[in-house]
């Protein structure tokens, strides 16, 4: 073991991610967007300091920080929230965060921390929607009492990495206290999510019209695979919040690239389709007869 790596402690780990950045850039010119967004991960790192947190690094458009329990960063991420929604802003340059954490064990090398629980957190923060924050079952239990009465509990999911579905929470930041936390209808996207999906000479668009989209051999699907190596009902891809999500349903899995990022195998899993990239039903990408393309707008 190198003396910058110490052995496992226990920790918060929080990431949160500024959402409709991209979309912001695209509106008000680089010059206006950057100034948004970087007075806004200023004032991210300032909430997480004032609540006795540490920023780990910047990722993105965001953050990644470390909290001594659960309730110091269920704390910071009521602040975040707040202080986002009070930046001045002109309405076409509002923005809003989303937020994950989790508490448990972590390995330090520097002032980095790694592990499970790092991964964890990365996920919930990719599953929450503008304005709110998700955690585990496991974390909120170690929660207060007064966090306790403000957290909603959803169905369990499956979560890439993981071989069972995890039961998670979400906090209803604007239950908590007289504040007023930004929430979804007060974010200002300029168009609804949209994914398009390709497959050979077939286009399918999914928005809030048409949600969801179900993959697989079974001729009633909406994509309709022939290969073999594809289960009758092998995935769907659905609208979450302003997220579309992919999940494998099947015996032999979902083969899943990224654009920039090397190619992962979902099994019984679920993922946030991000920018552009293809999937491929029951075989790696290059391997197969039939490969779906995705564009996220």
């Avoid at 309730?71 to 930046?87: F, V």
């Amino acid at each position: 073991m190198s003396q910058s790596t110490l052995p496992p402690h226990e920790c918060a780990v929080l990431f949160a991610d500024l959402v409709g950045s991209t979309q912001l850039y695209q509106r008000v010119g680089d010059k206006s967007a950057f100034e948004v967004v970087d007075k806004s991960i200023r004032a991210m790192r300032i909430a997480v300091e004032t609540k006795g947190g540490r920023v780990v690094k910047h990722t993105g458009d965001g953050l990644m920080a470390v909290f001594r329990d659960a309730d110091s960063a269920a704390d910071a991420t009521l602040a975040i929230h707040q202080t986002i929604k009070e930046l001045p802003a002109a309405p076409e340059q509002r923005l809003a965060v989303r937020i994950g954490f989790q508490f448990g064990a972590v390995v330090a090398s520097g002032t980095d921390v790694f592990g499970d629980t790092v991964n964890f957190a990365a996920r919930l923060a990719e599953l929450a929607s503008p304005g709110k924050a998700i955690t585990a079952v496991e974390t909120a239990r170690r929660l207060g009492p007064e966090w306790r009465s403000v957290l909603h509990t959803l169905p369990p999911r499956v979560i890439r990495g993981l071989s069972r579905p995890v039961e998670l929470c979400e906090l209803m930041c604007e239950a908590v206290g007289e504040l007023t936390i930004v929430q979804s209808d007060h974010f200002l996207l300029e168009s609804e999510p949209e994914l398009r999906l390709y497959l050979d000479a077939v286009s399918l668009t999914l928005n809030a019209t048409k949600p969801s989209a179900r993959i697989g051999r079974d001729p009633a699907a909406d994509l309709v695979i022939a290969d073999t190596q594809s289960s009758r009902r092998h995935a769907e891809v659905e609208l979450r919040g302003d997220k579309f999500v992919l999940i494998d349903r099947s015996s032999n899995g979902t083969f899943v690239q990224i654009d920039g990022e090397r190619e992962f195998l979902l099994s019984r899993e679920e993922v946030v389709l991000r920018g552009r990239g293809h999937f491929a039903l029951g075989r790696s990408c290059a391997n197969s007869p039939q490969v779906i393309s995705f564009v996220c707008i």
